[in-house]
């Protein structure tokens, strides 16, 4: 017997949205030295419908190609977009408390320099963005705190009004003062961008009186963003850019109350160790001043978090639930994760991540008759093999091309993600369609000839990089999700192929980030070798994959490994309107990276990720990443 | 006996610096500097000026000695310091809200297991090598041999597959609503206590045992008196010493028993909260908790010792 | 110190009872074969127990002989059941539960007698040392036991885990910081009464020197609590390490050890393969069940009091 093992072939199946998610988002995510670029200005065109709900059989290389086609974002034009009220869902329901798991604390309740995915989840129900995603065509995006826009017609002016009616939960107003105080922090070079103030790269530069001196205070602090009056802002533009109001539409980019950012000394710069107090949840609670669907109620660090319905939220009929109950449940909790759906004591994960393994989703939907569904996130994971390059072992690209060989792709996918991974290229199917990339040496099947061919190579690449009988090496993996059974496998299969041994040395997430990070001091090799890693998606994006990955200071590219031909495949593709050429470009780059002639990260596939709900919640739609969405205001309970 | 309990009270100072000693040395072993996994988090780059900037904020630059004595100072004072991953949250809100969960869940532990324990210990002793003897010892030795998070999954397992029902989620206060606080610590505590209902079942075998072939049991017997009352008022009374020291020990293991159960059920005590703060390498946090646990449990100790001195004259205080 | 065998124990503490080492050799000794047959006649369940603590040693000694694959391998599909292909089934990637259960025997025996043996010898060697000379080296020996007896042995395991690093003599290491002070506490209040007894007053009365009284007189009689200590401390040892894996500072994922195996398969898969549970589960159990009942068996036997009735 084998649960579930071969028995999902649909899941295999990219829904459409992946690609037409974020198309020419121009921007490397995450990383804060990654420069700013400029991406299509892409025509106003029909949103793909969101397959989630109706699996089609397209294979992936077709999903993937629909990153080709135009997106939603809207266009640079003169038009004002009037964003209307929503409406209540019909026949929906008000009433009763959700009941959510939380796969980690949450490390931070201020949005500022945040990239944390645990906490976005829980600060996202208190505050609202100025727009947003929409929650049923989870690629469009709508007004929020502004009732509309217009754009200017060079593209270069975004003039956001907002709604009337809208109040903190204090009393007092929300305007345009409290936009220009928390998104000027966001922009301030002072703070890291974290992914609160990725809109930062697409506006003019915000300049400060002395960085290096520890003064702050910027100088041009107009030219970025400015009240015109008390309900309408304007953000101005480096260049014509769709990307720029889908990174303020993601739910890091929240507003935070501005009469309380201004009287803390501590707000307007982060500083660790004397942190805003709007930081901390208990402070939020005894404040009492947010703006979103709910109000936090009560939390107990590392346990939970409880919020309450908002009753006086500006969006009429919104929230439809009186509360939620949002319960941590780590690594070490797997089982009592599982048990408590079956036993029906949650109605939902309050993201598309838990530390859940693809295999266990599929077997909590068939334990419970189909009562909680696992919605694919197609645009998931970029999971990869980080071989510290600083290292003597790696110094060798021969080594690292026998590596790349080595590797069984198809095996982990079958071993560890139950075969639910998306392509295996490098460029994640943003270039090559994953059918070529899987005739290339290294990813084709072990099992054919050419496979054996690859390893063969491989073992002749080592004997000439002077290491035939293979070396020791120390992986070193975090504790999250299945991250640990990917490095047994990939393990077990360097020491078969190529006589790589070593232990496996595991890590909890913060610990283990903390040990990759010694790598990036100038100087050091770091304390770490070889890792299995995942870079999370921000948006499904070229420019996220290098930035994330081969650009230096890359979220995942902690030896900081840089090479100038990525970099001018990464700005030419960057700049490139046309999509074709885009691709063509990316595919250049793509092949190159394969060869490893030079490279650090070993693709292994690209990996979906899954949201587990529960069927009486409606007013659900998956996302498309696994980043935004946690405002939860239109799910309702069918009970 | 006044001199005695003196004599031990006084001797608590001493260990309670070595506690405190251990702890901070230990702590200090730990890889992982908090200053690199405060910044490290959100995968922005840093410089390592901004590192050494944090390190001097958050103290952690300073000779570990001169660490140690603010540490002790403020302890002394009654300041358990600030959190440094919670923020400047001071930890002894932190701990002050959990620790009663944690007291909660392990004296319902020891009561269930002290519950059970007995008679099967005591039934045990009287009929030796007999069925039931073994039956009861066999169960003491299942307790003994399943470790307390095993324990503890099966529970759930049991509950959730077998009944489709487990103890609702979140804490609700024993004062608030009682009857859903049962609901919610009542299987913990069982599979926490389990582990120590078996040791109790078998100290109390063992000391019955002894206690059995007393010369003054014989006496007893032989003066007609019915087993049940010889059994209940010489031999049980005699073998009430052991099981109190032992069940007094066994509440340090209890208190370490926690970490596991609550993580297992979703008990927000400081077991949890040690977990947690252990992998974020908040060390103020995990000082605190430890030193929490550790004197309490010296004071527990000390509190079976003078019990034990009390209720045993043949005890010589030396 | 050299190993003894029970019945040496058991000769040196008649022996010693009567104080004359003369004396000693010139009394008919127990044959061994006797003793054990003795044992196993009064202690059925003992012997039962010691024969399958024998066996599961020589199981973890001749692990790679005996396993049908390489317990890293991948070598079946994922979760395959117990079948004549795979006689306990396979794990969540796919590698023989059979080969991994016999291979956890000889991790996980490593670390329980490693730690046993070393923690109780050392506690008992403190112990004795603390007792018998006394004064300040006790009070503060007796000082630092307290605090160490202070932190619950998850805990300290925990806390030391952390900062040594997961590898199994780390493991080894956390235990015996975890078992010396108990194994001193119980060592020592026995040669404090021992020390008071006639003839080790008599020894020192004719001038014996204290290293000798230590190791001929003293240490003999410690023996039976060593032997009853080591294999009580030796089933702790083995939940131990089965906790530290469950609370993710024990061995690396893919080094087999019965506490590592029975985390997994009871936190992650005990709904739809629950034979990845249960087979470390129940070797675990058996084995601690085993070497409990032993020393109960041992500490009957060995105990005078308890002796003969």
């Known amino acids: ?639 | 006996m006044r001199q005695y309990a003196l004599k031990r009270i006084a001797l608590i100072i001493p260990t309670v610096l070595l506690v405190t000693i251990i702890v901070f040395t230990v702590m200090r072993l730990l890889p992982g500097d908090p200053a690199l996994v405060i910044l490290s988090e959100g995968d922005a780059s840093f410089t390592q000026e901004e590192l050494e900037d944090l390190r001097r904020q958050l103290g952690t630059d300073r000779p570990i000695v001169v660490q140690y004595v603010d540490w002790i100072g403020g302890l002394v004072q009654g300041d358990l310091g600030t959190s440094i991953w919670r923020s400047g949250q001071p930890v002894s809100k932190l701990v002050g809200d959990r620790i009663f969960r944690t007291l909660e869940l392990a004296v319902l532990a020891i009561l269930i297991a002290v519950l059970f324990a007995v008679p099967l210990g005591v039934i045990s002793a009287i009929k030796p090598d007999s069925v039931i003897d073994y039956f009861s010892r066999v169960i003491a030795l299942v307790g003994i041999s399943i470790p307390t998070f095993f324990a503890g999954l099966l529970v759930v397992l049991v509950l959730s597959r077998g009944f489709g029902w487990l103890p609702p989620l979140g804490y609700e206060d024993l004062w608030d609503n009682p009857w859903k606080n049962l609901q919610q610590m009542f299987l913990p505590a069982l599979a926490l206590g389990f582990y120590d209902m078996a040791f109790i079942a078998r100290v109390t075998r063992s000391s019955m045992m002894e206690i059995i072939r007393e010369d003054y049991m014989r006496t007893a017997r032989a003066k007609g008196l019915g087993e049940r009352i010889v059994l209940v008022r010489h031999g049980l009374k005699n073998a009430v010493l052991p099981i109190l020291t032992i069940s007094g020990w066994q509440f340090g293991r209890l208190f370490g028993g926690t970490v596991i159960i609550e993580s297992i059920f979703k008990v927000p005590g400081i077991g949890t909260l040690l977990i947690e703060t252990v992998f974020q390498r908040d060390f103020p946090t995990i000082q605190a908790i430890i030193i929490v646990i550790a004197v309490s449990i010296v004071i527990i100790n000390l509190l079976v010792d003078l019990l034990y001195g009390l209720l045993d004259p043949r005890i010589r205080y030396a | 110190m050299t190993t003894q065998t029970p019945n040496d124990a058991l000769s040196a503490r008649n022996a010693a009872a009567v104080d004359d080492a003369v004396l000693s050799d010139m009394r008919p000794r127990p044959t061994l074969v006797g003793n054990i047959l003795r044992f196993c006649r009064t202690k059925p369940l003992g012997g039962i127990s010691a024969a399958i603590i024998i066996l599961t040693v020589l199981a973890a000694i001749f692990a790679p002989v005996i396993v049908p694959h390489d317990p890293l391998d991948l070598v079946h599909a994922p979760f395959v059941a117990p079948s004549a292909v795979a006689w306990l089934g396979s794990d969540d990637l796919g590698r023989d539960v059979f080969s991994r259960v016999i291979a956890g025997a000889r991790i996980s025996m490593y670390v329980g007698i490693m730690s046993v043996l070393i923690g109780i010898t050392l506690g008992t060697a403190i112990g004795i040392l603390s007792a018998y000379v006394g004064g300040v080296l006790d009070l503060t020996i007796q000082r630092i036991v307290d605090a160490l007896m202070a932190f619950p042995a998850i805990i300290m395991a925990l806390g030391l885990m952390a900062a040594l690093g997961a590898s199994v003599n780390n493991i080894v290491a956390a235990l015996v910081v975890i078992l010396v002070p108990g194994a001193i506490r119980v060592i020592r209040s026995q040669v404090l009464s021992i020390k008071e007894l006639d003839y080790t007053l008599a020894a020192q009365a004719i001038g014996a020197r204290p290293w000798r009284i230590m190791l001929r007189h003293i240490l003999p009689n410690v023996t039976a609590s060593y032997i009853v200590l080591s294999t009580i401390t030796l089933g702790l040892a083995i939940v131990i390490e089965a906790s530290l894996s469950f609370l993710g500072v024990g061995v690396p994922p893919d080094v087999p050890t019965w506490g590592g195996m029975l985390t997994e398969g009871a936190s992650q898969y005990i709904r739809n393969a629950p034979w990845l549970a249960v087979f470390p589960g129940l070797a675990i159990s058996v084995i601690v069940f085993s070497i409990n009942f032993l020393g109960d068996a041992l500490r009957d036997s060995l105990d005078p009091r308890l002796r003969g009735r």
């Open chain 1, 1 to 639: 017997m084998k649960p579930s093992i071969l028995g999902r072939p649909f899941l295999r199946t990219l829904p459409l949205i992946a690609g037409a998610a974020a198309l020419m988002v121009g921007i490397a995510c995450g990383g804060a030295e990654t420069p700013a670029a400029p991406a299509a200005p892409a025509q106003p065109a029909a949103t793909q419908a969101p397959a989630v709900a109706q699996p089609t059989n397209t294979p992936i290389p077709e999903a993937m190609a629909a990153t080709a086609r135009p997106t939603n974002t809207p266009a640079p034009t003169a038009t004002p977009r009037v964003v209307a009220t929503p409406t209540p869902s019909a026949g929906a329901t008000y009433g009763g408390t959700l009941r959510m798991s939380a796969y980690a604390d949450t490390k931070d309740w201020d949005p500022l320099g945040s990239s944390s995915l645990s906490s976005v989840i829980s600060y996202s129900q208190l505050y609202n963005q100025i727009v947003q995603y929409d929650t049923v065509d989870t690629n469009a995006i709508t007004g929020d705190l502004a009732a509309s826009w217009d754009v200017s017609p060079d593209g270069l002016t975004y003039t956001f009004h907002l709604r009337d009616d809208m109040q903190w939960t204090d009393g007092t107003e929300i305007t345009s003062a409290d936009i220009i105080s928390t998104h000027s922090r966001y922009a301030n070079p002072c703070n890291s961008t974290g992914r609160s103030g990725l809109w930062r790269n697409y506006t003019v530069k915000m300049e400060v009186a002395d960085k290096d001196g520890g003064n702050c205070a910027p100088t041009n602090q107009d030219a970025v963003l400015r009240a015109i009056d008390d309900k309408t802002v304007e953000f101005n533009l480096q260049f014509a850019s769709g990307a720029f109001i889908k990174f303020l539409a993601i739910d890091y980019a929240k507003v935070l109350p501005g009469h309380l950012l201004d009287a803390d000394p501590n707000c307007a710069v982060r500083d660790a160790a004397n942190p805003c107090a709007l930081n901390l949840g208990e402070n939020i609670i005894e404040m009492g001043t947010t703006s979103g669907p709910y109000v936090l109620e009560e939390y107990q660090v590392g346990d939970f978090y409880y919020v309450n319905k908002n009753p006086d939220y500006f969006k009429d009929g919104r929230p439809y639930v009186d509360r939620i109950e949002h319960t941590i449940f780590t690594g070490q909790a797997k089982d009592t994760l599982i048990a408590n759906f079956e036993a029906g004591r949650l109605d939902m994960a309050n993201g598309g991540f838990t530390n859940l393994s693809p295999t266990q989703y599929f077997d909590l939907e068939k334990s419970t008759n189909g009562e909680y569904v696992a919605h694919p996130i197609a645009a998931g994971t970029n999971w990869g093999l980080m071989l510290n390059v600083k290292k003597p072992q790696f110094e060798s690209h021969l080594v690292r091309q026998a590596i790349n060989l080595a590797v069984d792709r198809q095996e982990i996918d079958e071993r560890v993600f139950d075969n639910s991974g998306g392509s295996y290229c490098p460029l994640m199917g943003l270039a090559h369609a994953n059918e070529v990339c899987t005739e290339w040496p290294g990813i084709r099947s072990k099992d054919s000839a050419g496979g054996q061919e690859d390893l063969a190579e491989a073992k002749r690449l080592m004997a000439e990089a002077g290491v035939a009988d293979g070396f020791e090496v120390q992986y070193t993996v975090r504790q999250v999700g299945n991250y640990p059974d990917q490095c047994q496998v990939v393990k077990q299969q360097l020491q078969d192929a190529l006589g790589i041994s070593g232990d496996i040395e595991t890590l909890p997430s913060a610990a283990g980030y903390a040990k990759y990070g010694t790598a990036r001091a100038e100087g050091s090799s770091g304390d770490w070798e070889i890792s299995c890693q995942g870079e999370g998606m921000v948006v499904f994006d070229a420019d996220a994959v290098y930035g994330g990955v081969y650009l230096k200071g890359g979220t995942r590219n902690y030896t900081d490994w840089s090479n100038d031909s990525v970099v001018d495949w990464f700005e030419r593709q960057k700049v490139e309107l046309d999509a074709d050429a885009r691709r063509e470009i990316n595919k250049e780059a793509e092949l190159w990276l394969h060869s490893f002639e030079d490279n650090h990260w070993v693709t292994l596939q690209l990996g979906q990720l899954f949201w587990l709900v529960h069927q009486d919640v409606k007013g659900f739609t998956a996302p498309s990443t696994v980043q935004y969405q946690f405002k939860h205001e239109d799910l309702w309970l069918d009970r």
